[in-house]
């Protein structure tokens, strides 16, 4: 089902709905905003310790390695 598809089906259901399917799709889209807010929340400190390591890599003071080299070294890990 498409994405507008599937928000007009919603739609339906909020304007027909009574007060408990109401409540329930409230704490439901209440739920998955927390979610989303803590998921990608970074604190001041790491910022910056991103920030300190991408000017290293930057720098040429940092190790890195290609994609392959990455797929390839998690595929002798397991």
């Given at each position: ?9 919603v ?29 990608f ?38």
């Open positions: 089902m498409a994405t507008l598809d599937l928000r007009n089906t739609k339906e259901y909020i304007n027909t709905a009574d007060i408990r399917l109401l409540k329930m799709i409230k704490a439901l889209a209440e739920s998955y905003q927390s979610d989303e807010q803590e998921t929340m970074l604190s001041e400190e790491q910022y910056k310790m991103i920030d300190k390591r991408r000017e290293a890599h930057l720098k040429g003071e940092s190790k890195s390695f290609t994609w392959e080299q990455v797929k390839q070294n998690a595929r002798n890990a397991s």
